[in-house]
């Protein structure tokens, strides 16, 4: 009996099992973004026959398919001339459902950088995430609500001009939702998509500017 009550529980969607069910969205999806540690080497890519591990910055600066011999030469050298770095870190771009059926964080970019990049840049690859879930996903998997990140400084400034465009007003359908609610912040982005950063670097955040207040 106690099994067959645990054959009766809806077991977690995965995500391409999401995509080819016929169910609707109900909810919406939050796109998470933070930094992971790489080994700072190149790798091999058979399926594009290029040369990986390079940081996004920089390596437009140099072919990096591998075409003869010499052009793994001319990535050494772009290397050794600091032209093109290897990725100190790989930025990891997940989407994550609000739904109870879709568990899980589903990462759809995995990108090394050398840390050089501005907000502006960075925004750039959120507004392509955006527009490539809205075009091809959303229908299917829910539009995205939020964007959710860490305390990073160059992040929050691509956040702000990003994401802080508009205020929910009176007029708008949320406002009955949200309007009321003491300290939330009702500015958002195209879409109405929110910007939320971990608590604990809001936390981190307010004691360094209370104890530098006091200084």
């Not at 939050?30 to 190149?42: G, H, L, P, R």
């Not at 860490?150 to 990003?162: E, K, S």
């Amino acid at each position: 009996a106690a099994l067959d009550k645990v054959r009766r529980v809806r077991r977690p969607m995965h995500f391409a099992d999401a995509l080819r069910s016929s169910l609707h969205y109900h909810t919406g999806v939050t796109v998470c973004w933070d930094e992971i540690s790489q080994e700072e080497v190149a790798c091999y890519f058979p399926h594009a026959d290029c040369v990986g591990g390079l940081c996004r910055e920089h390596c437009m600066l140099c072919d990096i398919r591998l075409r003869c011999f010499q052009s793994a030469e001319h990535i050494a050298g772009a290397l050794d001339q600091g032209i093109v770095h290897f990725g100190k870190e790989v930025s990891v771009l997940a989407i994550t459902s609000f739904s109870s059926e879709l568990c899980g964080a589903y990462p759809v970019v995995a990108s090394p950088t050398c840390k050089s990049e501005t907000p502006a840049e960075g925004a750039e690859i959120l507004r392509t995430v955006f527009s490539a879930w809205k075009d091809e996903f959303a229908n299917f998997l829910g539009p995205i609500w939020s964007f959710a990140s860490d305390g990073d400084a160059g992040r929050r400034a691509m956040v702000y001009d990003l994401l802080m465009k508009q205020v929910i007003d009176p007029q708008h359908p949320l406002y009955k939702i949200v309007g009321n609610l003491p300290g939330l912040n009702l500015n958002v982005g195209d879409d109405d998509i929110t910007a939320d950063f971990d608590w604990k670097h809001e936390i981190k955040r307010k004691c360094s500017n209370d104890f530098l207040a006091q200084t």
